[in-house]
Nanobody, 126 residues
Framework: QVQLVESGGGLVQTGDSLRLSCAAS????????LGWFRQAPGKEREFVAF????????RYADSVKGRFTITRDNAKNTVYLQMNSLKPEDTAVYYC???????????????????WGQGTQVTVSS
């Protein structure tokens, strides 16, 4: 049974930092591309960041580029999202997601994913 469990969310102020973690189990972690998505109240879920199975390729939404960093530790079956310079518009539930790696998958980082976590709330106050 595949499980993705996010943690690290919370309430912070504008300009603060947070690091989200997503621990995976039940899958061959190093063969999976991973993504972070978020959903704000009343809005559709949106892509935030992507990291390839190897960790060598990353992609970001324009809204977070230069502020967020996605990394992974294949030895710990964990993917991270370091979020700096947080803004009120970053407030959302953040989800990690995984899919089996495929060639050129990095060209469609916001595409279909097979597994999703339950989400962790991030709230940024102004």
């Amino acid at each position: 049974q595949v499980q993705l469990v996010e943690s690290g969310g919370g309430l912070v102020q504008t300009g603060d930092s947070l690091r989200l973690s997503c621990a995976a189990s039940g899958l061959f972690f190093s063969r999976y591309d991973l993504g972070w998505f978020r959903q704000a109240p009343g809005k559709e879920r949106e892509f935030v960041a992507f990291v390839s199975a190897s960790g060598y390729v990353t992609r970001y939404a324009d809204s977070v580029k230069g502020r967020f960093t996605i990394t992974r530790d294949n030895a710990k079956n964990t993917v991270y999202l370091q979020m700096n310079s947080l803004k009120p518009e970053d407030t959302a539930v953040y989800y990690c997601a995984g899919r089996v790696h495929y060639e050129l998958g990095y060209q469609n980082p916001a595409g279909r994913y097979d597994y999703w976590g339950q989400g962790t709330q991030v709230t940024v106050s102004s």
